[in-house]
């Protein structure tokens, strides 16, 4: 038994119902630990219900009102950028258990769950801390939600042809993308859409970002390194007079004429790794380099 308790929040993804029973082995382990849990409502409803899972003296919260020492994010990288946008600036350190398919951010196997929870309740970890990224509208946030631990994208809207992104690093002139769309990606979410339409990978803890077009128009534009300390200003033009932009996957509706103020957050989102676990191990991993193809 712990002498202090320890205090966990979990969040889940409630269209996993075949993996639940993970979820049970982490209700067992902190039982067993002593550990106070507390369970994201709609998770705990889900689980009670439809799943018929016993959550023992767990309590439940709505929101974002929980108090814990540590949140453990039951799902896969989609999962995990939903919790870090709940946790937000409480900063909370944040457990990822990957139910989800590549798992750069969770990366905690299921059939690990025993053995990784117990060596977080040693001690035997360490505290990764990602860059987040906001964005602004005309000096205000865009939505009350404006935070990004992945990324934040200006998009054309399906129906609409490319649009027109005049951009600006601290004020001076970087360029204009005539494109589909322009993607502003942290070192987390650089293996992430970024990557998908060329741009490179970005270690963790390297103090930067990339700008990294959809699509464009000119051959000659490539993805585009920057620190994270720069603060980006981005105008668009568009045939629809209308636009998107994507936080984290999270899209709203933008007017042309609305002036983007993109630049790194007040806050950062911590990630709970276990000690030894190598960025570049994972990498090969989940990219399987060197694997070898079956014949």
């Known amino acids: 038994m712990l002498q202090t308790p320890i205090r966990f929040a979990i969040f889940g993804n409630q269209y996993q119902a ?7 082995k982490v209700l067992t382990v902190l039982d067993a630990a002593g550990a106070e849990l507390t369970i994201d409502k709609e998770y705990a409803d889900f689980l009670t219900g439809s799943q018929k899972i016993d959550i023992g003296n767990a309590t439940v919260f709505e929101g974002n009102d929980f108090d814990a020492d540590f949140v453990i994010s039951m799902g896969g990288d989609g999962t995990f ?3 870090a946008n709940r946790v937000g ?7 990822g258990v ?6 750069f951010l969770a990366d905690i196997s299921p059939n690990d769950i ?5 060596t977080i309740l040693r001690g035997d970890y360490s505290i ?12 205000k946030p865009l939505v009350e939600d404006n935070c990004a631990l992945n990324d934040i994208a200006i998009l054309k809207r399906d129906d609409a042809s490319m649009i027109t992104i005049e951009a600006e690093i601290n004020g001076e002139t970087l360029t204009t993308y005539e494109a589909d769309g322009l993607i502003v990606s942290t ?10 339409v060329g741009g490179p990978i970005l270690v963790p803890q390297t103090g930067i970002l990339c700008l990294t077009p959809v699509a464009p128009h000119s051959l000659s534009i490539r993805p585009v390194v920057i620190s994270d300390t720069s603060e980006i200003t981005l105008s668009v033009e568009s045939r629809s007079h209308q636009y998107l932009v994507a936080i984290d996957g999270r899209s709203v509706s933008c007017q042309e004429g609305t002036r983007l103020t993109v630049k790194k957050a007040n806050h950062v989102v911590k990630v ?5 676990q190598s960025y570049f191990k994972t990498l090969r991993e989940k990219m399987m380099w060197g694997a070898k193809a079956k014949m």
Do not use: C, W
């Open 98 to 103: 990957n139910m989800g398919r590549l798992g």
């Open 187 to 196: 070192t987390t979410g650089s293996t992430a859409y970024s990557l998908s």
């Open 81 to 83: 950028l939903m919790v």
């Open 272 to 276: 709970v790794k276990r000690n030894g």
């Open 114 to 118: 025993d053995r990784e929870i117990k």
């Open 89 to 95: 600036s409480k900063q909370t350190p944040i457990i």
């Open 18 to 24: 075949h993996k639940s029973a993970s979820l049970q």
């Open 128 to 139: 990764e801390e990602r860059t987040v990224i906001s964005v602004f509208a005309d000096g």
